[in-house]
């Protein structure tokens, strides 16, 4: 059981119109943005992350669930959270209603998106950027998004056609790399030219010809500024896609495995 100073600190929230809950409900059923930026975490270590990168956060919601883990974790949890962010209790029914992903642990939160620039992706030194074109799986980007941050990628842009960064199970699936990694979207045909003007070296990956990726000229000074392009799981991409927009490179293996790749020759 929360200490009652702790205790004190949690507003309830008995209706489903609660302005904030609907917010939170809405995000979860459509995978986007609120009106002001915002967007949801879930699970323990979702927040401690967001807490250790500094996110800025909206609100927080507890379940009132009384067993034991719960109210342990309700403890653990408000003694990391700042005084001046709003905390609240939601009845369990109204919890389960609002956040809907597997096995939900008893919190979640509303925090607000960090806005990032082409500038800001270009600051890490060789600089490795990643373009998520076209792809649709949530889970799937999260782990691009998870195995770009470990590799030391700069940024990650989104162009037309790829699930929203702000898919509950994408977010997820990013273990907290969304908090620290600058995410921009970007038309593709806008973006190309962009980087080029950037002197980036373009390159995508491809499921058939092109060269092998150990093979791949990353140790030359003119790329000291990567791009690597990503289309699907297995992070290909079509020949007209690529038409006049750099080298294509072979790559039929899982997206860690070609940051990996790519590391170890920069």
């Known amino acids: 059981m929360p200490s009652p100073a702790l205790r004190d600190r949690l507003h309830p929230i008995t209706g489903r119109h609660n302005p904030l809950l609907k917010d939170l409900r809405a995000v979860y059923a459509h995978g986007n943005l609120t009106d002001d930026g915002c967007f949801a975490i879930e699970g323990v270590r979702s927040l401690e992350e967001a807490i250790r990168s500094g996110v800025r956060f909206r609100a927080v919601f507890f379940t009132d669930a009384d067993d034991g883990a719960t109210q342990r ?3 653990r949890l408000l003694e990391q959270i700042g005084h001046k962010i709003e905390t609240y209790v939601v009845p369990a029914k109204l919890f389960h209603e609002a956040v809907t992903t597997d096995s939900p ?3 979640a939160a509303l925090v607000h998106r960090k806005e990032s620039t082409l500038d800001d992706a270009l600051r890490a030194q060789p600089a490795l950027l990643v373009v998520a074109a076209g792809l649709q799986d ?19 842009f989104l162009t037309e056609g790829t699930v929203s960064v702000y898919n509950p199970k994408t977010v997820r699936a990013t273990a907290g790399s969304i ?3 600058p995410v921009a979207t970007s038309k593709l045909a806008e973006l190309i030219p962009h980087l080029r003007e950037k002197q980036v070296k373009l390159f995508a990956t491809s499921s058939h010809k092109g060269t092998p990726l150990h093979e791949a000229p990353l140790r030359e000074p003119a790329a000291q500024r990567l791009l690597l392009l990503c289309r699907n799981h297995v992070m290909t991409i079509t020949p007209l896609q690529l038409e006049n927009k750099g080298r294509r490179r072979s790559a039929p293996r899982a997206e860690a ?3 990996r790749t790519i590391n170890e020759h920069r």
């Open 179 to 181: 908090f620290r990694l």
């Open 138 to 156: 949530p889970g799937n980007l999260g782990t691009i998004l998870r195995s770009a941050e470990a590799f030391g990628a700069g940024g990650v």
């Open 73 to 75: 974790l309700t403890q």
């Open 105 to 107: 642990q008893g919190v």
């Open 257 to 259: 495995e070609c940051f």
